[in-house]
């Protein structure tokens, strides 16, 4: 089973209706079974926190998922640790999928040396969403 997100690995809590935003509350579907520390098997939950991870831009909208993320420690070394994300870019708070379509983009401006005017304009226009505020890199 698939949802708006397309990946069954995130279970999709709430998509409010905002005029310049996508947004998608979701949480990860399947808790970790083991402590990424130790591999030791007994974890019990501590706390959640919410962190934003910028997505694929939809109809011009700039997109994120709003995830609320588990904590969780181990009994046996005591340490914590969050759940791991699924799709998600080791280091920086964007989807994969948003790695690869920034790639792609910059990559196909590149190639085009001497754009159509139309089309230089539909670019410039949708430079502004395409730009999500977490992205560091230009
Ligand atoms: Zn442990």
């Known amino acids: 089973m698939t949802n708006i997100l397309n990946w069954p690995d995130y ?5 409010p209706e905002l ?5 998608v509350h979701a949480e990860v579907s399947k808790p970790p079974t083991h ?12 706390g959640r926190r919410d962190e934003v991870v910028m997505d694929t831009p939809a109809h011009g909208k700039r997109a994120g ?5 588990r904590r969780y420690r181990c009994q046996s070394c005591r340490r914590t640790f969050l759940e791991p994300v699924p799709h998600k870019d080791d ?4 989807t994969n999928r948003l790695i690869q379509y920034i790639e792609r983009e910059s990559l196909r401006r590149v190639d ?3 754009p ?11 430079q502004r969403p ?9």
Request: glycine fraction near 2%; hydrophobic fraction near 25%.
């Open 116 to 126: 159509p005017r139309l089309e230089r304009q539909v670019i410039k226009r949708n």
């Open 35 to 46: 402590c990424p520390h130790c591999n030791h098997s007994e974890i019990v939950g501590f």
């Open 65 to 69: 998922i709003m995830l609320n993320r």
């Open 112 to 114: 085009r040396k001497e």
């Open 130 to 138: 395409r730009r999500c505020p977490i992205q560091q890199q230009t």
């Open 91 to 94: 280091k920086r708070q964007m």
């Open 19 to 23: 005029e310049h935003d996508h947004q």
């Open 11 to 15: 279970k999709v809590i709430q998509v």
